[in-house]
């Protein structure tokens, strides 16, 4: 699932919060770093973290095959991957997490990132992929490559198909995906095919959850094992864009009301399900690089994720104490401090952790995260100062300015500038670095919106729509999904007022 983030916000005797943390956190092992053409691999071990590199790669390289793209296609951002140990390092990340959660996608401003609980073994081979992160990368690589209106259960069925790719030599696309079919064969297994045509997952109710997701596989896989029923996806999808009831679309192009496609369904399900045969070609050696991380950053590489994330302001005060614990075991590890000088700037002393990454900055001036953490700080100080926010906003643009010059493909980079230069008139340059910083991150919904807005502020509503359309039809879209929903009715609402005939306006309110 799509994970969401938590916001960012007492007095208990420290010396008993450190020996409680002494007792319950045992040292870390090290953890090292793959990077590959498309992906950065985290975990204990370089021999985890290579194999993981060397699965995500093969299925990258898949899903480029499968859709005409070429494998060694430069992605505007690599995608960073945490392997972990079980659910409580998991709840590092994300707290919330619930029992049986296998991996988490988090689609965050501060970085698009995935977190992914490891087997038992800790050992991957090509048979064995991870079942949660190839169905997240599905949903990443279609965000990035076709963002589209989607119904969700296409979007759903989508990654659910491509996950279960076998990775062999002869690779198998569209096999069984087991959990998916015990789940259709249970005497409750399914829910009326009008909830799957027409709803969202966060529409059902929890019980449902799983029934749709198994539906929505096997209506998915049902179109696409046969030429003739894919030849018709275009034309239904094109209907539904046009504003047809999905219920409705779906008969008007594939001639079944909902029983009636159940009953093919089930009749489908009842048979050999069809699968492809894909040989590879040439070997599998992707290039990368394997590193040992430090020592304070393995201690804490997972409270850095969570900061990215935000804090919720109950559990403030503990994870601060524990990030100050943590970096005091390695005071001169720059790592280390770069995430305490994040954790101060956001729930501590907003002084003291600025005066860390100023000496970040004075031993490297081009180290392009502590410039970025001192920009979103002093974007965060400007909001709290209304008499010095212009001045406060100037500092922060020219650190972000600085960051850019070192990197000016950093989405979050652009996004600061951005901010940084708010109260200005908006800009044709300002609106360009809006949608640079989207099209670096299509898969965050925040930056849509903004790219969006900035466009209608300029008088350009119908790209403003386009950008808008993949957040609205995001089933895991939240509270920006809602909102691109919003604003497409407002902009369609725009649009028929200016074309309405002249006086027609002023017939209907004076009751003519």
Excluded at 254 to 276: Q, S
């Amino acid at each position: 699932m799509i994970g969401a983030g938590v916001t960012r916000g007492g007095g208990i005797v420290l010396g008993l919060v450190l020996a409680c943390l002494a007792a319950a956190s045992p040292a870390r092992a090290d953890w090292s770093r793959a990077e590959s053409e498309h992906f950065i691999v985290y975990g204990e071990g370089d021999k985890s973290v290579r194999s993981y590199a060397v699965m995500l790669e093969d299925f990258d390289s898949l899903l480029r095959r499968l859709h005409g793209r070429p494998r060694d296609e430069v992605a505007p951002r690599k995608l960073p991957v945490y392997l972990v140990d079980g659910l409580g390092e998991l709840r590092q990340v994300m707290p919330q997490a619930k029992e049986g959660m296998a991996g988490i996608y988090f689609p965050a401003l501060t970085e698009v990132f995935a977190v992914v609980v490891r087997d038992a073994g800790g050992d991957y081979d090509l048979n064995k992929g991870d079942d949660t992160v190839m169905h997240e990368y599905v949903h990443h690589f279609m965000m990035q490559y076709y963002p589209s209106a989607y119904p969700a259960w296409l979007v759903e069925g989508y990654a659910e198909y491509y996950m279960t790719a076998d990775l062999a030599a002869t690779r198998l696309v569209g096999g069984v995906n087991r959990g998916r079919a015990y789940s259709l064969t249970q005497p409750a297994g399914w829910i009326p095919m009008q909830d799957v045509l027409g709803k969202r997952p966060s529409d059902l109710r929890e019980r449902d959850i799983y029934a749709y997701y198994a539906q929505s596989w096997l209506l998915t896989h049902y179109i696409l094992s046969d030429p003739g029923r894919h030849k018709l996806l275009a034309p239904y999808l094109d209907t539904m864009r046009g504003g047809r009831d999905p219920v409705a679309a779906w008969r008007d192009v594939y001639g079944d009301d909902p029983e009636g496609l159940k009953r093919k369904l089930r009749a489908y399900m009842d048979k050999t399900l069809p699968a492809g045969m894909l040989a590879r070609q040439g070997p599998l050696d992707p290039p990368m690089t394997v590193t040992r991380l430090s020592p304070g950053a393995s201690g804490l590489i997972l409270e850095g994720q969570r900061l990215k994330l935000g804090v919720d302001k109950a559990d403030q005060g503990r994870f601060l104490t524990t990030v100050r614990t943590a970096a005091a075991r390695a005071p001169q590890d720059r790592f280390s401090r770069l995430v305490l000088a994040r954790a101060e700037t956001l729930l501590g002393d907003r002084a003291a952790g600025e005066a860390i990454l100023d000496a970040l900055l004075t031993a490297d001036p081009k180290d392009e995260e502590a410039l970025v953490a001192l920009g979103e700080s002093r974007l965060a100080a400007a909001a709290d100062d209304a008499d010095r926010r212009t001045e406060i906003l100037a500092e922060a643009a020219k650190l972000f300015a600085r960051a850019f010059k070192i990197n000016p493909d950093n989405p979050q980079t652009l996004h600061g500038y951005a901010e940084a230069k708010a109260l200005a008139p908006l800009t044709e340059a300002m609106v360009d670095i809006r949608l640079k910083a989207m099209q670096l991150a299509p898969q965050v919904g925040h930056l849509r919106l903004d790219a969006a807005n900035a466009l209608i502020q300029i008088g350009d509503p119908q790209n403003a729509r386009a950008l808008l359309t993949p957040l609205a039809g995001n089933p895991h879209g939240g509270e920006a999904s809602q909102a691109a929903v919003a604003l497409i009715k407002a902009i369609d609402g725009a649009a028929k007022t200016a074309t309405k005939p002249a006086g027609e306006g002023d017939k209907k309110a004076s009751g003519g």
